[in-house]
């Protein structure tokens, strides 16, 4: 495996999946759908993250045909019966994070129930179209405050208990480790140097 497409244009992402690989001695090329000039999206109608991250795994596989990964990732809030959840990219369109993330902390402002996860699941379509799913979930609760600036997304007002710090404020040398996207990559990462 030389090239490995990356099925999204999310900078802050590839930049994190680059440098996990990076860490872990995985030697490939990413390449992304704007490589080829390519702003074509698929249309994410799963019901779960891992019907969504396969869509776009399948879509830019066939299309490109090389070894693929796209992830499916969001928010999910238990005050907010799992919301935004598979939604939270298209959450409060055309609001921006900061708006978004202050919007939630508004809604939540008189409870306690504070608990979160993020959840990410990884499809991985290699160059024999084998398809594999690997889950990354990462416990946490929803700040009272947003704090940070070493995240992107919803990080500001993601707080690691056992920290009492946002991930945004744990920044990269935490996320890298412990984020969901980072253990859903590393479970990718045992089975390809298998």
């Not at 900078?11 to 490589?35: A, G, M, R």
């Not at 891992?50 to 796209?70: G, S």
């Not at 024999?128 to 997304?153: C, M, P, W």
């Amino acid at each position: 495996m030389e090239k490995l497409f990356i099925a999204s244009n999310n900078s802050n992402k590839i930049s994190e999946i680059q440098t996990i690989l990076d860490e872990n001695n995985i030697n490939v090329e990413l390449v992304c759908p704007k490589d080829f000039d390519d702003h074509d999206e698929p249309v994410e109608d799963g019901k779960t993250f891992e019907e969504n991250a396969y869509i776009k795994a399948k879509y830019f596989h066939d299309k490109y045909h090389l070894p693929t990964i796209a992830d499916d990732s969001g928010i999910s809030i238990d005050y907010l019966d799992g919301k935004p959840g598979i939604h939270s990219a298209r959450f409060l369109q055309p609001l921006d994070y900061v708006e978004k993330n202050d919007f939630i902390l508004y809604l939540m402002r008189n409870t306690n129930n504070r608990k979160a996860q993020f959840i990410a699941d990884i499809c991985y379509i290699d160059e024999n179209d084998n398809v594999t799913h690997y889950l990354g979930i990462n416990e946490g609760e929803i700040s009272r405050k947003q704090a940070g600036n070493e995240g992107f997304g919803y990080d500001p007002i993601f707080l690691i208990p056992e920290y009492n710090k946002t991930e945004a404020e744990l920044g990269n040398a935490y996320k890298n480790t412990h984020s969901h996207r980072a253990k859903a990559l590393r479970k990718w990462i045992e089975d390809v140097k298998q």
